[in-house]
C-alpha cells in the first residue's frame, strides 16, 4: 500500500490550499482517512480525520473553521481543503490511512511521504 500525497505550497497568510492524497495498493472504503503535520523542532499532531463511514469527522482545535476533510471512495483518495492560512500553519502534512484506536491518535496502518506547507506573513 502506497499513498501519495499533493498539493502543499508557499501562500501568504490568509491564503488556500487543497491537499490530495492518493491510495494506491488498496480499497480505503474500511478505512479512517486522515491528515497530520510536523513543524520543524516539534513532533507530529493531528490535524483532521474522516471515518470509514464518511461522515464522521474530526477536527484539532487550531484549524475548526478553516480546514474542512473530505473523502471519495471511488478516487481511493483523501482532500484537505485550507482555507485563512496563518504562518503557524507551516509544517510537513502528512496523509495516513487506517487509524487502529483512536483516530486522532498517530497508531495508523499506512503513511503518505508527506508534502510541505509554507505560509508566510
Known amino acids: 500500500v502506497q499513498l501519495q500525497a499533493s498539493g502543499g505550497g508557499s501562500v501568504q497568510a490568509g491564503g488556500s490550499l487543497r491537499l490530495s492524497c492518493v491510495v494506491f495498493?488498496?480499497?480505503?472504503?474500511?478505512?479512517?482517512m486522515g491528515w497530520f503535520r510536523q513543524a520543524p523542532g516539534k513532533g507530529r499532531e493531528f490535524v483532521a480525520v474522516v471515518r470509514y463511514n464518511g461522515f464522521t469527522k474530526y477536527y484539532a482545535d487550531s484549524v475548526k473553521g478553516r480546514f474542512t476533510i473530505s473523502r471519495d471512495n471511488a478516487k481511493n483518495t483523501v482532500y484537505l481543503e485550507m482555507n485563512s492560512l496563518e504562518p503557524e500553519d507551516t509544517a510537513v502534512y502528512s496523509c495516513?490511512?487506517?487509524?487502529?484506536?483512536?483516530?486522532?491518535?498517530?497508531?495508523?496502518?499506512?503513511w503518505g511521504q508527506g508534502t510541505q506547507v509554507t505560509v508566510s506573513s
Open positions: 495516513a490511512v487506517g487509524s487502529r484506536g483512536d483516530p486522532r491518535g498517530n497508531d495508523y496502518n499506512y
Open positions: 495498493g488498496r480499497s480505503v472504503r474500511t478505512y479512517d
